[in-house]
C-alpha cells in the first residue's frame, strides 16, 4: 500500500507564486489538490509570509484527485501552464500528464525520476506534440542548474568543447540539513526499479546520441580530485541523464555535435565518503527486497542517522542552506588546448530553489510560448 506525501514543496511553489504576482499583478493562479482545508490551510500561511491578500483561500482551489480523472481534466482544463508537485511521480505522475495533454495545458514537474520522464516521453509526445504543447519535467533542482551550466559552457567556450565535468558541493547551515520523506521515498522507489529504465531505452525506437569523440579522464569511484581539491563520488541524480537528453534533443534539431559529461559531488572528508559508502551499500541492498524497502520507508530516520523526516527540514535549515555546480569544460578532440570554469550556485536546493526553479520554468512558458518552437514531451 502507498502512501500519499504531497504538499511539502508545492506549498514553496505556491509562496513563489505568491511573490510574483506582486511583481506581475496579471498573473492568475489556483492551488489544485485533494484536499480541500489543507490546501486552504498552506494559502492562508503562505499569505501570511508573503503579505499576500486574499479574499477566501477557497477561491484560489481546485479540487482534484489523481484517482478522479474526470476532476484531473477539469483542473487541466482551467490552466495555461500546470506546475505538478505531486511524488513519487512514477505513481501519481503520470494521471496530471494525461489529463494536461487531454485538456490543453502545458505542464512542468519537479521530477528527479529518469524513468518516468522517459516514459512519458514515449506514451505521449505524439499526442502532446499535436495539440501544441510543451510537457518538460525535471524543473527544478533535478536538473536545471546542471542542464543549463553544461549549456552555457558550451556556449561560452572559445572553441568547440569537448566535455564537461561538473562537481555539485552542498553546504549545510548552522542548523544542519534535512529532507523530507517524499524526495527519500522517490530515491527507494527509483533505486528499487533501476532496470526499468535500462529496459525502456533498450525497447526506444528513437535514433541514438552519437557518443562524444573526447574521452574525459577516468576517476575511481572514490576519488580525492585535484581540481574540486575534495573528495569526490559520482552524483547519483537525474542530472547526467536529463542533460544528455537535452544533448540528444540539440543534436537531432540543431545538429550540434554531443559532448562528453560526467558529473560528481564533492565530499568535506573522507570520513564523509565512509559514512556515506555504508549508507549507499545498505540502502542499494534494501531498495531490492520487498521487506527492505518496506522497513526504509518505515524507518526513515534511523537508515538515514536523522536526515529524513515525515516533517521535513525546518526553516531555519533550509535559511542556511546552499549548493554550487561547478564546471570545468574541456576542449574537444584535435583542437587546441582550452579550458573554461564556470559555476552556477543558489540557495538550498530542494526546497528554496527547487520551487523558484519550477515557478521560472512555468512562467517562461507563460510568458514567451511563442518563441518556443517545438512542441511535445521535450
Request: aromatic letters at 10%.
Amino acid at each position: 500500500q502507498r502512501r500519499v506525501h504531497g504538499g511539502f514543496t508545492g506549498q514553496f511553489v505556491v509562496r513563489e507564486v505568491m511573490k510574483l504576482t506582486k511583481k506581475d499583478p496579471t498573473l492568475t493562479w489556483k492551488a489544485a489538490g485533494r484536499n480541500l482545508p489543507k490546501i486552504a490551510q498552506v494559502l492562508t500561511a503562505m499569505a501570511a509570509q508573503t503579505d499576500t491578500p486574499l479574499d477566501t483561500a477557497e477561491d484560489r482551489i481546485v479540487v482534484a484527485d489523481c484517482k478522479d480523472p474526470d476532476r484531473m481534466l477539469y483542473m487541466a482544463q482551467q490552466a495555461n501552464v500546470v506546475i505538478n508537485c505531486v511524488g513519487p511521480y512514477r505513481f501519481y505522475g503520470e494521471d496530471v500528464v494525461r489529463a494536461c495533454v487531454e485538456g490543453k495545458a502545458n505542464y512542468v514537474d519537479i521530477s528527479g525520476e529518469p524513468a518516468f520522464l522517459e516514459t512519458m516521453e514515449a506514451k505521449y509526445h505524439e499526442a502532446a506534440r499535436a495539440a501544441g504543447l510543451v510537457v518538460v519535467g525535471s524543473c527544478g533542482f533535478d536538473s536545471i542548474p546542471c542542464d543549463l551550466g553544461v549549456d552555457f559552457t558550451k556556449r561560452k567556450f572559445p572553441s568547440e568543447l569537448g566535455g564537461v565535468e561538473s562537481f555539485l558541493k552542498f553546504k549545510a547551515g548552522r542548523e544542519g540539513a534535512g529532507i523530507h520523506f517524499a524526495t527519500y521515498e522517490c530515491a527507494v522507489h527509483g533505486f528499487a526499479n533501476a532496470v526499468e529504465l535500462r529496459n525502456l531505452r533498450k525497447r526506444s525506437d528513437r535514433p541514438p546520441l552519437p557518443k562524444p569523440t573526447t574521452r574525459l579522464p577516468k576517476h575511481a569511484a572514490v576519488h580525492r580530485n585535484p581540481f574540486a581539491r575534495a573528495w569526490c563520488i559520482p552524483f547519483p541524480g537525474s542530472d547526467r541523464s536529463v542533460v544528455m537528453r537535452t544533448q540528444w534533443f540539440n543534436h537531432h534539431h540543431h545538429h550540434t555535435k554531443p559532448a562528453a559529461v560526467n558529473v560528481y559531488m564533492e565530499l568535506p572528508s573522507f570520513l564523509a565518503v565512509l559514512k556515506l559508502a555504508v549508507f549507499g551499500v545498505v540502502f542499494a541492498l534494501f531498495t531490492k527486497f520487498t521487506l527492505g524497502r518496506r522497513l526504509l520507508l518505515n524507518h526513515p530516520r534511523l537508515f538515514t542517522a536523522g536526515y529524513v523526516s515525515h516533517a521535513g527540514p525546518t526553516e531555519q535549515q533550509m535559511a542556511g542552506a546552499k549548493f554550487s555546480i561547478t564546471f570545468v569544460g574541456t576542449q574537444a578532440a584535435g583542437t587546441p588546448p582550452a579550458r573554461l570554469v564556470t559555476r552556477v550556485s543558489g540557495p538550498e536546493p530542494g526546497y528554496v530553489a527547487t520551487p523558484i526553479l519550477a515557478l521560472q520554468a512555468a512562467y517562461a512558458i507563460l510568458r514567451d510560448r511563442a518563441m518556443i518552437a517545438q512542441s511535445g514531451v521535450l
